[in-house]
């Protein structure tokens, strides 16, 4: 097991699509359990692949409150069963800090294989269908800021960027007072 890097928006490489998933090998079942490790840890509800630089279609998932009910997704798609959207206000581990209202379709059909091929299908709504929504946009190469005002989206890209420069310039400190 391993702790994965997770990209930070606005990463470029957060904005490539995930292939589907032809074939399930061990190192994909790895890949799964690194990133539930990766999100347990962070703490957080949600992974998709594309944020730990993997872009294949694979989404990791717990919304218990034991964080004790592992979901996993290979090739997940989503259908609405409703035109009815809901807000919720959502965070992202790829948007550290930042939280906003996104409207997204209030009941949706979940079609995935599990991590030995088999299909499954189930009907989502509340935070799983808001979350399945959210993990699918990052395979699409999707964020939810991508639904805020454009002012709104520069101003979290100006912080984060701002941030990341900060943290590679102590991490150049460091190296440059431990040499
Ligand atoms: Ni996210």
Redesign the pocket.
Same mark, same amino acid.
């Given at each position: 097991m391993a702790l994965l890097p997770i990209l930070s928006f606005p990463d470029p490489r957060l904005r490539t699509r995930a292939k589907p998933i032809t074939h399930i090998t061990p190192e994909i079942k790895q890949l799964a359990a690194d990133m539930l490790e990766t999100m347990y840890a962070a703490p957080g509800i949600?992974?998709?692949a594309s944020?730990v630089d993997r872009h294949i279609a694979l989404i990791v998932m717990d919304l218990s409150e034991e964080k004790n009910q592992p979901m996993i997704f290979v090739n997940p798609n989503v259908t609405p069963l409703t035109e009815e959207t809901k807000p919720y206000e959502e965070g992202? @581990?790829?948007?550290p800090q930042f939280f906003d209202q996104v409207e997204r379709r209030a009941k949706v059909r979940i079609n995935a294989q599990d991590l030995d091929g088999q299909p499954f299908e189930m009907e989502a709504e509340g935070l799983l269908a808001v979350c399945i929504q959210?993990?699918l946009d990052?395979l699409d190469g999707k @964020?939810?800021v991508d639904y805020l005002s454009p002012l709104k989206r520069q101003r979290i890209r100006d912080k984060l960027s701002k941030k990341g420069r900060q943290k590679s310039r102590k991490s150049e400190e460091a190296a440059v007072s431990a040499s």
């Amino acid at each position: 097991m391993a702790l994965l890097p997770i990209l930070s928006f606005p990463d470029p490489r957060l904005r490539t699509r995930a292939k589907p998933i032809t074939h399930i090998t061990p190192e994909i079942k790895q890949l799964a359990a690194d990133m539930l490790e990766t999100m347990y840890a962070a703490p957080g509800i949600g992974l998709a692949a594309s944020q730990v630089d993997r872009h294949i279609a694979l989404i990791v998932m717990d919304l218990s409150e034991e964080k004790n009910q592992p979901m996993i997704f290979v090739n997940p798609n989503v259908t609405p069963l409703t035109e009815e959207t809901k807000p919720y206000e959502e965070g992202c @581990l790829s948007v550290p800090q930042f939280f906003d209202q996104v409207e997204r379709r209030a009941k949706v059909r979940i079609n995935a294989q599990d991590l030995d091929g088999q299909p499954f299908e189930m009907e989502a709504e509340g935070l799983l269908a808001v979350c399945i929504q959210h993990e699918l946009d990052h395979l699409d190469g999707k @964020l939810f800021v991508d639904y805020l005002s454009p002012l709104k989206r520069q101003r979290i890209r100006d912080k984060l960027s701002k941030k990341g420069r900060q943290k590679s310039r102590k991490s150049e400190e460091a190296a440059v007072s431990a040499s």
